[in-house]
Nanobody, 121 residues
Framework: QVQLVESGGGLVQAGGSLRLSCAASGRTFSRYGVGWFRQAPGTEREFVAA????????YYGDSVKGRFTISRNNAKNTVYLQMNSLKPEDTAVYYC??????????????WGQGTQVTVSS
């Protein structure tokens, strides 16, 4: 069993940066791929980024490629999402999830409660 808690969300101006953290409990966390997804009101949950359990491979959604960076520290049971050059359209609730990684939401078994990111224009 893995429990996930996101933090680091908040209000930022367009062009600014935020770093989200996903802290996990569970001794087997380091064996899971981790993904970040986001959901704005009235929309479906959207893939943002993912990282293999080894950290050796990462995946990004087209809308964030070149601006967001995912990383992980298995010793700290934490995955990070560094978000730069933020745009108003990045406004959403951001969720981290653990599973077999990749872009498919169905690959993830464990989800956090989400953290709100709001980007003002």
């Amino acid at each position: 069993q893995v429990q996930l808690v996101e933090s680091g969300g908040g209000l930022v101006q367009a062009g600014g940066s935020l770093r989200l953290s996903c802290a996990a409990s569970g001794r087997t966390f380091s064996r899971y791929g981790v993904g970040w997804f986001r959901q704005a009101p009235g929309t479906e949950r959207e893939f943002v980024a993912a990282i293999l359990w080894t950290g050796s491979r990462t995946y990004y959604g087209d809308s964030v490629k070149g601006r967001f960076t995912i990383s992980r520290n298995n010793a700290k049971n934490t995955v990070y999402l560094q978000m730069n050059s933020l745009k108003p359209e990045d406004t959403a609730v951001y969720y981290c999830a653990a599973g077999s990684t990749g872009r498919d939401i169905r690959a993830y078994n464990y989800w956090g409660q989400g953290t709100q990111v709001t980007v003002s224009s």
